[in-house]
């Protein structure tokens, strides 16, 4: 085999990847994977030789991914707010519009709360890429996780471990660790799932065969998780509290009538992803009912 620059690599990849319709962008996230360099340097390295050896193992990967193995498995990490996140078939890879959740509580915390601590409990935390961050971004915040998964616990202590955040982690079915132990929060923020079963087909391979069912799917119509948790929510919240929700694309309006209809008092609103998507849903001020 004879030698290949990194250009001519990547620029194999990604025509391979495109004629199959799937994310060319992928190629590049994998031979910066490979060479353990930022993206300017791939650009400045791109006339570099690369070994045969080197090929074999990229051109590996390359067909893992298009196999339908998400890229981030294959790397065994994904980005999320500045920060490293290990990830692998037992937590959903965080998503760039998660961000704008943990920017929502982040920024309602300081308007209701000032500098006040605040406790807060982040339910199906996953990898733990909200709770970290918010731990990490607001130190003022003492923050709990839960999770019904043992193994999805695991990846969020090491994350939390390895980034450096003060997490309390419970495994428990939404709020009811909090439940049993009789404590209040001022702050409950959830990514649950939310696709309902229905959709199951119509998911692309490399999230209905890889990620977790447990952290996609919200039932028959995907509501499930929202209303067991507006159920709960009167027993754990303080009477001034925020709550935020992330939504799938066309569930905000579903959502904010629940909380409307359980916290009458509280200010409800929908926020839009960066692709004008309702994607959060946030209650907060007298929760009182």
């Not at 601590?117 to 003492?142: C, F, K, M, N, R």
């Not at 994350?159 to 132990?181: R, V, Y």
Request: proline share 5%.
């Amino acid at each position: 085999m004879t030698s290949k620059t990194i250009y001519e690599a990547l620029h194999w990849a990604s025509s391979f990847l495109e004629e199959r319709n799937l994310e060319p962008p992928a190629a590049e996230l994998l031979i910066r994977h490979h060479l353990q360099v930022s993206r300017t340097e791939l650009f400045m390295r791109y006339r570099d030789a690369i070994t045969p050896e080197f090929f074999e193992r990229y051109e590996k990967d390359v067909l893992t991914y298009a196999s339908g193995v998400p890229v981030q498995h294959i790397i065994g990490y994904e980005d999320f707010y500045g920060r490293r996140f290990k990830v692998n078939k037992d937590v959903l890879i965080p998503r760039p519009e998660t961000e704008e959740l943990v920017l929502a509580i982040l920024e309602e915390k300081k308007k209701l709360f000032a500098i006040e601590p605040v406790h807060l409990v982040d339910i199906g935390t996953g990898s733990g890429a909200i709770s970290v961050t918010i731990a990490l971004e607001d130190p003022a915040i003492h923050v709990r996780a839960v999770d019904i998964s043992q193994s999805a616990l695991r990846v969020a202590r090491a994350n939390a471990s390895a980034l450096g955040a003060d997490i309390t982690f419970f495994e428990g079915d939404l709020l009811q660790p909090l439940l049993d132990l009789n404590e209040k929060v001022d702050i409950v923020v959830s990514n649950p799932p939310y696709i309902p079963l229905h959709e199951e087909k119509e998911l692309a391979t490399h999230v209905r065969d890889h990620e977790p069912h447990l952290a996609l799917f919200g039932g028959e119509d995907g509501y499930d998780l929202y209303r067991r948790m507006i159920e709960q929510l009167p027993s754990v919240l303080r009477c001034k509290a925020l709550v935020g929700f992330e939504v799938g694309a066309g569930q905000g309006k579903t959502v904010r009538k629940m909380l409307e209809v359980a916290f009458p008092r509280a200010t409800t609103e929908i926020r839009e992803d960066i692709n004008r998507k309702d994607r959060i849903v946030l209650a907060y001020g007298d929760m009182t009912i």
